[in-house]
């Protein structure tokens, strides 16, 4: 009997796929249908401090009565962030009522202010554990790595202080070092890294002269991105679970993230691509090689293939192109 339950943040999941924050997880009937495809957890579709505060400035700037006394502009703010909140909590509410799998709600921020105190009011509503969604673009040339880096952990220590349940940090791949970022945040309390983040891209249409948005789904060569860090980071950096994401689009994929190490594997993109089904058919793509394999649990197979269990560890280090291009590729080449 093949076994794919796993654990997460210390909660327990049925397999280990989740269902990454986005808009399939926006509403408890898309989760209800994601439940019973498969899945063994949802990340709810972030509540964006930048999108509260945005709305807030349209409205106050929409109508010049809005700007004729400092507490109406004050009172705005506060209804739609007080607004938007109230409905993000039903939907933690509403959902933990209609499945048994674990909702994790995420909140995408960018500052430590008392806005993070909402994650109290998360865990009140009943969600099993909250994933940070951060991404700071590092505009001043005058600021050091350093001092971005703060702000990933002054944000995470801001909502640490307000909860007791489970925290997941979702990073983007653009840090210095990697593995100091992870190893401080494990220091941190941090119960798991989601590994990476896949964030708004701009483009530009040369015929409209125009600045655009790039395509906004992950493609199954992105998988690239993470896998070198899943590996080593679950294997250097003990007591953190670790959650892949990005490129996972088939069993294959996510076959590969689990032996590299991580504990679960989010997906997204290749559900918008072919429906809820996918979620049932990376399962069975799963079973159908650990039956091959003879592993009876992912356990079994986890980390089997992380930086400290193959042979030759500098795979996961290397960085140039070497071999491959001077031999192999060079008939292509001339």
């Known amino acids: 009997m093949i076994n794919l339950e796993t654990t997460y943040m210390g909660l327990t999941l049925k397999n280990p796929i989740v269902v990454s924050s986005s808009g399939l997880t926006n509403s408890v009937r898309k989760i209800k249908i994601l439940e019973e495809k498969g899945a063994g957890a949802v ?5 964006f401090e930048e999108q509260i505060t945005n709305e807030a400035s349209h409205l106050i700037s929409s109508d010049p ?20 909140i109230s409905n993000y909590l039903e939907l933690i509410r509403e959902a933990k009522k209609a499945v048994s799998i674990p909702v994790i709600a995420s909140i995408n921020c960018v500052s430590a202010k008392d806005w993070t105190s909402f994650a109290k009011e998360i865990e009140k509503a009943g969600a099993d554990a909250i994933e940070l969604n951060v991404f700071i673009v590092p505009n001043d040339k005058n600021k050091s790595s ?3 880096e703060k702000l990933y952990f002054d944000v995470f220590s801001a909502v640490k202080k307000q909860v007791t349940i489970p925290i997941a940090m979702k990073l983007g791949i653009y840090f210095t070092n990697m593995m100091a970022v992870a190893n401080r945040l494990n220091g941190d309390g941090a119960d798991a890294l989601v590994l990476f983040n896949r964030f708004y891209e701009p483009d530009i249409d040369i015929d409209k002269m125009e600045m655009t948005t790039a395509e906004v789904l992950s493609s199954p060569a992105d998988i690239r991105k993470s896998l070198r860090f899943v590996g080593m980071i679950s ?4 007591g953190i679970d670790i959650s892949a994401s990005t490129g996972i689009h088939d069993g294959k994929a996510a076959i590969k993230q689990l032996l590299a190490g991580a504990q679960t594997v989010q997906v997204c993109s290749t559900i918008y691509e ?4 996918r979620v049932s ?8 090689w650990m039956q091959e394999k003879e592993y009876k649990t ?3 197979f986890r980390g089997k293939l992380s930086y400290g269990s193959v042979e030759d560890s500098a795979m996961y280090e290397r960085a140039q192109f070497m071999k491959y291009f001077s031999n192999s590729k060079k008939e292509v080449l001339q």
């Not at 990340?43 to 509540?47: G, N």
């Not at 507490?71 to 506060?78: G, K, L, M, Q, S």
Request: charged share 35%.
């Open 65 to 84: 009565k809005n700007t004729a006394y400092p507490e109406a502009e004050d009172y705005i703010v506060n209804y739609v962030k007080g607004n938007s």
């Open 146 to 148: 350093e001092a971005y």
């Open 43 to 47: 990340v709810l579709k972030s509540l």
């Open 274 to 277: 072919n429906g809820f089904d």
């Open 298 to 300: 992912v356990d079994e």
């Open 281 to 288: 058919d990376i399962i069975t793509d799963i079973t159908k």
């Open 235 to 238: 294997d250097k950096i003990r």
